[in-house]
């Protein structure tokens, strides 16, 4: 199984950017995607994460000014970022907890990262 993130950019304060993030290979089914961040000098923080039911979370730093959404059939994750802000900028990385075969025994995999710049 591998992620693949996309979309990261530089953007202007107050922009929008939309993030991807797909699987590919032996999947039976995705529960959690989450998307993280990690800022230079900072720990990586959970961002926003949506479970199988459609049932989402945002950190409070985002709440309202990030949407997260999924597309089962496409085994994609996205993120609409709108009003970025410059403490916005990180390393956004995807992680899916995933059944690999149909035994419930879920495994977590992270993407390679996709960097947001918001900069003026």
């Known amino acids: 199984v591998q992620l693949q993130a996309s979309g990261g950019g530089l953007v202007q304060p107050g922009g929008s950017l939309r993030l991807s993030c797909a699987a590919s290979?032996?999947?039976?089914?995705?529960?959690?995607m989450n998307w993280y961040r990690q800022a230079p000098g900072e720990q990586r923080e959970l961002v926003a994460g949506?479970?199988?039911?459609?049932?989402?979370t945002y950190a409070d730093s985002v709440e309202g000014r990030f949407t997260i959404s999924r597309d089962n059939a496409k085994n994609t994750v996205y993120l609409q970022m709108s009003s970025l802000k410059s403490e916005d900028t990180a390393v956004y990385y995807c992680k899916f907890d995933i059944d690999t075969s149909g035994d419930y025994r879920w495994r977590t995999y992270w993407g390679q990262g996709t960097l947001v710049t918001v900069s003026s």
């Open positions: 949506i479970n199988s039911d459609g049932i989402v």
């Open positions: 290979g032996s999947i039976f089914s995705i529960d959690h």
